[in-house]
């Protein structure tokens, strides 16, 4: 009889795979994202039990994080133990969920924005711990690509999608705003839009209200001149390229004006780490579902656990 058959794992390997899966459960915040979830679940008195709502979330975030369809999530838990481990679905006789199990928990979260108070709840639990101190934020946009192919069931592109230039390239898709902790590099604020819409019309969506402080691009240049600009905050953006270009370093004073956006760049590049890690880590280079209101969501999910990700060596030093 095979090891597999008698359901023993006697291999001694700790993979990159299970170190990451044991740290996020270690900090997740799993009690309280289960006490938000369970009031939307609909109670069922006949038929089979439903599955506990902590294992269709643990099912739901593996999702996310390695990038799996329902019918591939499904297929899975089936075929890897570590997930069905996870997900508390390793017993000799567990029923597994089905597709169309993972797909309705899927639609519960976004019928009722789950995802955005998941990200409320993380970044509650990481401000509670002194992670987050909200005294200055740093603003940017990423682009995501949208299938341009028409050969699917409607015959047209994503209408929700839009066409944007970037230099010299066209893109075709939508775009991931964030605010971000200047201090910490952790996002508390998504807003999800089509590509053409630009950076600098969602800048102050982006901030929370608290912050002294606010650091972004030259795509930022006379934000502070718009009528929603919000008195008492400071708006320190990058000078534009070209006239960065064009100080004389051998003038003291524009050695200087060059020595302050070498500044602003550094604190502006906190915000470049959530973005590889929702790109390079969780593989979100390209949308996943069609609409901008399903890939929002997802967007929100994602930031809140790369959130989690980034923060895991201080939340384990606290014991979480």
């Known amino acids: 009889m095979k090891q597999g058959e008698l359901g023993l794992n006697l291999s001694t390997k700790r993979t990159r795979k299970r170190e990451f899966l044991d740290e996020m459960s270690q900090v997740v915040p799993w009690a309280d994202l289960v006490a938000l979830i369970e009031p939307h679940c609909p109670k069922k008195k006949t038929g089979r039990p439903p599955f506990p709502v902590g294992t269709m979330l643990r099912v739901h975030f593996l ?139 969602q800048a102050h969506s982006l901030l929370h209200g608290n912050e002294t402080d606010v650091f972004g691009d030259a795509g930022f240049v006379g934000v502070h001149k718009r009528p929603e600009a919000a008195p008492g905050v ?15 370093l051998s003038d003291r004073a524009q050695a200087m004006l060059n020595e302050i956006e070498s500044i602003k760049a550094k604190i502006r590049g906190k915000v470049e780490h959530p973005f590889r890690v929702l790109k390079q880590q969780f593989g979100m280079a390209k949308v996943r579902y069609r609409g901008l209101a399903k890939n929002t969501a997802q967007l929100k999910t994602l930031f809140a656990l790369s959130n989690l990700w980034m923060a895991r060596r201080a939340l384990l030093a606290y014991g979480v």
């Open 63 to 201: 999702q996310q994080w390695f990038g799996l369809s329902d019918p591939a999530m499904e297929e899975a838990l089936h075929d890897v133990p570590l997930y069905r481990e996870f997900a508390g679905l390793d017993g000799a006789m567990a029923r597994l969920p089905d597709e169309s199990t993972i797909l309705r928990f899927r639609h519960l979260l976004e019928r009722h924005d789950l995802a955005a108070q998941i990200l409320t709840v993380v970044n509650g639990m990481l401000a509670g711990k002194g992670l987050m101190l909200k005294a200055g934020t740093v603003v940017d946009a990423t682009l995501i690509s949208a299938p341009t192919s028409t050969k699917n069931s409607s015959g047209e592109r994503d209408p929700e999608m839009h066409s944007t230039r970037k230099g010299k390239q066209y893109y075709f898709g939508m775009k991931a705003h964030i605010g971000v902790d200047a201090d910490s590099g952790l996002v508390h604020t998504v807003i999800g839009t089509a590509a053409h819409v630009s950076e600098i019309s």
């Open 234 to 248: 400071r708006w320190h953006v990058s000078m534009l390229p070209g006239k960065r270009r064009r100080l004389d």
